[in-house]
């Protein structure tokens, strides 16, 4: 893991008990992710339909569901930004981005 336009990571002790809850809660996420689907073939399109169900639950179902939806939703950027969408290499050749 690399990220090198960010500098040094806030320490977990320095962070507001809510965020560190959300983050554990987003790796819990990935690693139950990781077991279902372990390979990242199509993160993108389940990135996209966990925004979709954000979306939803914020229109229609109660809060709870809003934040399930959005640690699964924050799970599949983590993975996305760690394991890449390798469906999207093909396109993202042709586009000549590295
Ligand atoms: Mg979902």
């Given at each position: ?11 977990l ?7 560190v ?18 390979k ?59």
């Amino acid at each position: 893991m690399s990220f090198p336009h960010y500098g040094p990571c806030e320490r977990l002790a320095e962070m507001p008990d809510d965020l560190v809850r959300f983050l554990a809660l987003v790796g819990n996420e990935v690693m139950r992710a990781r077991k279902k689907f372990p390979k990242p073939h199509g993160l993108m399109t389940a990135l996209t339909e966990e925004v979709g169900e954000v979306a939803k639950a914020l229109l229609d179902e109660p809060w709870s569901r809003v934040e399930e939806e959005a640690v699964q939703a924050a799970a599949m950027c983590a993975r996305l930004a760690l394991e890449t969408d390798p469906t999207l290499t093909p396109l993202r050749t042709k586009r000549g981005v590295k």
